[in-house]
């Protein structure tokens, strides 16, 4: 009788588990809501997983910080934005890491402007939040101005109170961080803040957070990087080995995901001083987006980390969407940066795989080249990122400044009909043809899939074309749509019935003008049927 009662415990084990593991999608590219329809906004924070006050049971938080300017960009995504007005930190709470659920305005702008007696708040940003056991009590930690600000609350979804600010002069030689993240490590229990120099940003440091003197702060520091000025300052763990990853300085704009590895949290992390760039982020600036922090999910089959990058594109016009979140794979230590538009993840089991309606084009809205190319200077570039640029006829791509270039600014017309600041630009002084294209092929960890898919693309150009057109050519066989007439405004191109073979396809466009015949394109989607 006790083993048939032990065998339908065990059953209904299974049972349950598999009726809660269900695959959940993750959308990049656009705005999110909360399960009851309401914008999220949450920049710059973290993800933790604390017991919630409420049901008792083991929750996921999302902490960031809500900008005036996120909503008026939400709003009119023609116009970028200028200046960063906080308005409050925000809670978001989970039980899959995809249905967010708003729960507070954890730290708001009346707590700062209460205890600092002025109602110019200045810059708050960058933070995160940590469990203190010794003091059974929570504490949040940002940016304040040239400050960093401890505020405390029994209960991981606040009000957060403020408690006192931290002047890092005396450790690090500057009184604020140039860019931290909070990081708390699952197995010990212990939490980090991972900042940077205040300054060019070329050193990075850890400190444990902890409770000393009755006050929730840092215990000390340790400095575990020292080389090239790097921001968006991280740490994650997956298969007992620590990662600390961090961006290029380019301001809002995307850039690099840079990784070192260690086997202790304090180090030392290998390559010494030599941040590598993250295999799988080169074309598309890890999907136009900065490092913004990382969540590893330890599921019943498998381990993923989520890559959970910040796109600044309220203050750099550089897309749709504050929150671009993709799963890294691993061969050994490697990390690899799988850039998908659209992916399910199942947070109980740990997998992931692409969704339906993932568009496979990276970089589809030239959005990830942050100035005009070529570019002669930071970075020093003649080529767009992703895509191949081939003149068959006409003057030479070069860093001269008689090149042609290789794309435009959009105008607030534009962006009320294309996606970002920046478009593909085809033109010549001289007679030209020009291709540009980019070869789309299955990558160790995302299969391209044999079968029949669609492209498109927004297009807009005069009538000195001899010929244009966009096509697609897989397997030998090639697919294209022509341009027969003038577009004063933005037309959408569509190629349908793309048979892929082999895993590879190579998209692009083919113009032959006469001199200073010009032509825009946008928004290339390039999605499976």
Known sequence: MNRIILLAVFFSLIYNTAALSVSQTITNDSFWNTVNGEPIYSQGGGIFKFTHPKTGNPTYFWYGVHYEEAEAYRKDPSVTQQGNRFKAVTCYSSTDLVNWTYESDALSAETVINATGSRRLGW???????????????????????????????????????????????????????????????DTGKSYLVYSYGRGRNKIYLSEIGLKNDSLTLLGFKEVFRGAG??????????????????????????????????????PYKPTNNMLVME?????????????????????????????????????????????????????DVPYFNSLN???????????????????????????????????VKPVQTRLLGWETTVLKGTPISLDSLSPKLNRSNTREDRLSVVGEHSLYISDRVDFARQVHQRVASTPYVKLEDGRYVLTAKIKNDTGFKRLEMYALSGG????????????SWTTLRLEGINVTGGVVEVGFLAEGNPNAWCAVDDVWLVKE
């Open 124 to 186: 708050l940003g960058r933070m995160g939040v940590a469990y203190v056991k010794e003091a059974n009590a929570y504490v949040l930690i940002i940016q304040h101005n040239s400050r960093v600000l401890f505020a405390v609350a029994d209960n991981p979804l606040g009000p957060f109170k403020w408690q006192h600010q931290k002047d890092m002069t005396s450790w690090i030689g500057t009184p604020n961080t140039g860019d931290q993240t909070v990081f708390n490590d699952e």
């Open 230 to 267: 790097r921001e968006g300052n991280c740490l994650f763990k997956y298969k007992g080995k620590y990662y600390l990853a961090a961006s290029d300085l380019y301001g809002w704009d995307g850039s690099y995901a840079y990784y070192l590895v260690a086997d202790d949290i304090m180090g």
């Open 280 to 332: 799988g982020c080169e074309s598309d600036y890890a999907h136009v987006s900065q490092t913004g922090f990382f969540y590893t999910v330890r599921g019943t089959k498998a381990e993923t980390v989520i890559f959970c990058g910040d796109r600044w594109s309220d203050f750099a016009g550089n897309g749709l969407g504050y929150n671009q979140w993709c799963p890294l794979s691993f061969k050994g």
């Open 342 to 376: 659209a992916w399910k993840l199942d947070a109980v089991t740990g997998e992931w795989s692409v969704a339906p309606g993932n568009n496979y084009v990276l970089n589809p809205s030239f959005e990830a080249d942050r100035k005009a190319m070529p570019s002669p």
């Open 477 to 488: 066989q090639r697919k294209s749509v022509a341009v027969t007439a003038e577009n004063n």
